[in-house]
């Protein structure tokens, strides 16, 4: 899969908290946990809310591993 590079800003308390969770090991890096994270916003936005049972690293996995099969093409996506 080819990766586009973009540049975010974000509060320093935001990093600090990406930052625990990559050294907690949920993680390998901040650029994996960004990602996941507009995975799920994405997944949510097409199928509604994932629900919470309590292992999130699983249903992260989950979505991650859903979401790289699939290809979208938000461009033809009509968010609220």
């Known amino acids: 899969m ?7 800003r974000l509060p320093e308390g935001l990093i600090t908290e990406i930052g625990k969770l ?5 993680y390998t890096n901040k650029s994996d ?3 996941d994270a ?3 916003l ?3 936005k097409q199928i509604g809310s994932i629900p919470n049972t309590g292992d999130s690293v699983k249903e992260i996995r989950k979505i991650r591993k859903k979401l790289l099969r699939e290809k979208f093409n938000l461009s033809k996506q009509q968010f609220p």
């Open 2 to 8: 080819e990766m586009a590079v973009t540049q975010v």
């Open 38 to 40: 507009i995975r799920k």
């Open 42 to 44: 994405v997944l949510e």
């Open 22 to 26: 990559v050294d907690k090991g949920f």
């Open 33 to 35: 946990v960004i990602r």
